[in-house]
């Protein structure tokens, strides 16, 4: 026999073995009749504490298994959760509280007064809004298992909609024995009395977490709307798919493996509309706003003019195309509070909107005395929001004639080295790009980018005592009228001092297939009220 | 032997030891923050402080280097600074999913690269001997993920014959565990089959021009015999190499096979780790892959005596 007939041979043998062991073997087990949700989601779930990070993943997987007292609805109207009926007294200092019946945690016990409060206390002690809330609180009391108080030394009209906050932190109700961890460190016992329970057997971080439907859920009985309403969960598993890789996961949604990607980028979006099984779809009525913050610490942005001849030159459409590909997925928001909210207005808009004008940018870059000095824009390329963003700025500060040094890296490198406070010289930085999505910059009480506390900052650290001081009349507003006016000086004040540009407003559609129905439209990504068909 | 071999196993602890020592070095100067990434986006300057300290991110560089000996010495690899799970949990859930695919690939890169390298040693300027060739170097040449996603585009999208992605337990049947790990140890096996098959034909092309081989062949002996018998079993020491280099270099080097193909195997924990700097992770994974790549080149060595009985270990 020659060689080739010998590989010949050996292959036939090797295919005809594995042929056997393909008809011999058992069928994978799987569990009857149940429908399982398979969802690829943004990002890998990491931490599962949605007190200690801000990272939306854990504040998605907070919403699947737990509850809130209070939750907003798609008319940004306050409606209770948890709670069954409430009371403020005359003075407005003092709120009751009254739970529902039927709340019970996924190990059995029941949801008491004092597990609310010890889940508002620690989460008080890590909002920026909750901390707000905080200074006017005297005291929280249980009166019974189902009835609890807030004591407040003054009034704080936005109690409610703090306790509704629908985005990152959200005031999530734990067991007491559990919120009573201290708020920096992780808890690792994820018990809610939410709608699905978390199986923690099955979680293989950076790859696969699991939870099946809470059967003891008690959900509401009004019609779902954002996270308020009714949790009705009409499938009996859902397991999250982590897929890195963007080209994989739309091939897995297209071959039907799984049944809905939570986001995904523009350049898919055209591959995934032609299969007529999937549909793609806009369910997030918020969308993201980018960010272009600045360094207020050293040259030269620490200088106003410097900060201005920015609004000047930046043209928000080119972001929109850079970060969402195609003016159907974003538009340019020329406020600071996210446009389609009640508190956005183009109030001091006018250096961002329009035909750019370079020779103003240029005359106020004069004014300021510019001598040449480096601009650092540190960049993560891992991040397409991010790089995307910093090509576009590091162009137009190009044209401007700033000497810019776009530095890449990784999104773990951006993160460290923006807090750095150190010159450029010695790792500093001067711009960094990132993204708020729309619920976290509705209002000067979420939208902590617009703050000019100084070293309480958040990075960038700008100190501008007078948006701090609107900000506080922001939050003594008690009518929407009153509110509006008080956003509005805000935002003015914000247009001339610029602690940021926002640089777009954009949608990262959703795509699953049209075998499922009843997604929630909503700014988070919500499961309950959806079917498999 | 014996004392060959313990001494290679002793030789390990040492090696282990500078690793381990080099690995924790290289970590705590690289730039990056854990506790900044757990704190999220919108986190502030106090909130990353808290976190540094809770983690024990402030201690001098000795102080936490000892702490880490000290776990180690104790069997303890650490917890996840994110997920707070044990590292050695997390490396086992990963440690199936690699192995599965490392052992995969690898029957099928012997498989069909030793053959294809024997016949174009024996076929040698032959069309059959280019046309070998000619896909030796389209293997190294063409990058595993553009192999891959050309797999995926037509076995899995158009013909629907195998999974996209992910990944089953060898519990959940053989042929589910089989059929998610035929397209990724294929897409993974390309460039090994082109590295063994060449270096089977260079083997084999200079053991048959020995002298005893025209000696076995003017016997009358039949052409497989002496290509079986007598040249691929001298030819073998160099290609056993290849293959146990390769067994190291698929374990770590299956990285991008596991992001394209989803599989959660030791490559993407390990890139994961790195991307958020969760250090006890990275710390465990890479002295677990130091003592593979040592114990892999023990075991190649070891094989030279049953190839070759003139070899002595000593």
């Known amino acids: 026999m020659n060689p080739c007939s010998a590989l010949l041979r050996s292959m036939t043998a090797v295919i005809g073995a594995a042929a056997l062991v393909a008809a011999l073997s058992a069928p994978v087990a799987t569990a009857q009749g149940q429908k399982v949700l398979k969802f690829i989601p943004q990002a890998d779930l990491r931490i599962l504490d949605p007190i200690t990070t801000t990272a939306y993943i854990t504040r998605n997987h907070g919403y699947m298994i737990y509850d809130t007292l209070f939750a907003t609805d798609a008319k940004f109207q306050v409606q209770p959760q948890m709670v069954d ?75 409610l909609e703090a306790l509704a906050k629908p985005s990152s932190n959200v005031p999530f109700i734990m067991p007491e024995r559990i919120a009573k961890t201290d708020a920096s460190t992780n808890i690792t016992d994820p018990i809610g009395s939410g709608p699905f329970k978390f199986v923690k057997a099955e979680w293989v971080p950076g790859s696969k977490v699991v939870y099946v439907k809470n059967t003891d859920y008690v959900p509401r009985k009004e019609p779902p709307s954002w996270a308020a309403g009714g949790k009705v969960v009409k499938v009996d ?24 990607w939570e986001q995904m980028p523009p350049d898919l979006i055209p591959v995934l509309a032609k299969n007529k099984e999937v549909k793609v779809e806009n369910i997030d009525p918020l969308g993201s706003m980018g960010v272009l913050r600045f360094n207020f610490m050293y040259p030269p942005f620490n200088n106003q003019k410097m900060r201005q001849a920015v609004l000047y030159a930046l043209d928000q459409n080119d972001y929109v195309l850079g970060i969402a590909g195609s003016l159907k997925n974003g538009h340019a928001c020329y406020s600071f509070f996210t446009c389609g909210t009640p508190l956005s207005s183009e109030v001091g808009a006018a250096p961002l909107k329009g035909k750019r004008d370079f020779d103003k940018a240029k005359e106020l870059i004069k004014e300021a005395g510019y001598k040449g000095e480096k601009i650092v824009i540190i960049d993560a390329t891992d991040q397409p929001i991010v790089h995307s963003q910093s090509l576009l700025t590091a162009e137009t500060l190009r044209k401007l004639g700033l000497n810019v ?32 999505v729309g619920p976290d910059v509705t209002s000067p009480a979420l939208n902590f980018a617009v703050r000019g506390s100084g070293q309480k900052a958040w990075f960038g650290w700008p100190d501008d005592p007078k948006i701090e001081e609107l900000r506080d009349a922001w939050f003594a507003a008690t009518d929407p009228a009153s509110s509006k006016k008080a956003a509005e000086a805000v935002q003015l004040r914000a247009f001339d001092f610029v602690p940021y540009v926002p640089t777009a407003q954009f949608i990262l559609p959703t795509a699953y297939r049209t075998n499922l129905s009843g997604v929630i439209i909503a700014p988070i990504t919500l499961m309950w009220n959806v079917e498999k068909k | 032997m014996i004392a060959y071999i313990v001494r290679r196993l002793f030789s390990t602890i040492v090696v282990m030891a500078v690793v381990a020592f080099v690995v924790f070095s290289l970590l705590y100067l690289t730039p990056g923050d854990p506790a900044a990434i757990i704190a999220g986006d919108i986190a502030t300057d106090e909130d990353i402080r808290r976190i540094h300290a809770r983690l024990g991110l402030d201690d001098p560089f000795l102080v936490q280097f000892g702490r880490w000996v000290w776990s180690l010495a104790h069997g303890d690899l650490g917890t996840s600074i994110f997920t707070n799970l044990p590292v050695t949990q997390l490396i086992g859930q990963r440690v199936e999913p690699t192995l599965s695919l490392t052992l995969c690939t690898l029957v099928i890169a012997i498989l069909v690269a030793v053959p294809l390298g024997v016949v174009a040693a024996a076929k040698a300027g032959s069309w059959l001997d280019r046309g070998v060739m000619s896909f030796s170097v389209l293997g190294f040449s063409v990058p595993v993920f553009v192999f891959a996603y050309i797999l995926i585009l037509t076995f899995s999208v158009q013909l629907d014959w195998l999974p996209v992605q992910g ?65 691929l079993k001298n030819a073998a020491i160099p290609v056993v190499t290849i293959i146990g280099v390769g067994v190291a270099l698929l374990i770590s080097g299956a990285i991008v096979t596991e992001t394209v193909f989803a599989l959660p195997g030791i490559g993407r924990l390990t890139v994961d780790a790195i991307l958020r700097r969760d250090y006890p992770i990275i710390q465990g994974v890479i002295l677990i892959f130091s003592a593979i790549y040592v114990l892999v080149n023990l075991a190649v060595d070891l094989s030279y005596v049953l190839f070759d009985p003139r070899i002595r270990l000593t």
């Open chain 2, 167 to 231: 990944y089953r337990s060898f519990r959940d049947g053989v042929w589910e565990w089989l059929r998610h790990l035929i397209l990724p140890s294929v897409a993974l096996g390309t460039v090994y089959v082109a590295l063994i098959t060449r270096m089977t034909r260079a083997s084999m092309l200079d053991v048959l021009a020995q002298d005893y081989i025209r000696t076995a062949e003017a016997k009358g002996l039949a052409p497989k015999q002496v290509l079986i018998g007598h040249a």
């Open chain 1, 85 to 159: 009926k409430y009371e403020l007294s005359k003075d407005q200092l003092t709120y009751t509280f009254t739970l529902r019946d039927g709340l019970k945690f996924h190990d059995g016990a029941p949801v008491r007064s004092a597990d609310c409060i010890a889940s508002i206390e620690r989460w008080a002690k890590r909002d920026a809004l909750g901390q707000k809330m905080a200074e006017s609180t005297e005291a929280w009391t249980a009166v019974n298992d189902k009835t609890f108080t807030l004591k407040l030394k003054k009034p704080f009209p936005l109690t």
């Open chain 1, 237 to 260: 598993r859902v397991e999250w798919i982590y897929i890195p890789d963007s080209a994989t996961a739309a091939a897995a949604l297209n071959a039907g493996e799984v049944d809905w």
């Open chain 1, 405 to 436: 040094d776009l530095q890449a890296g990784d999104w773990g490198t951006l993160i460290t080295r923006r807090s750095s406070k150190e010159p450029i010289e010695k790792g500093g930085w001067s711009i960094f790009h990132t993204w708020l």
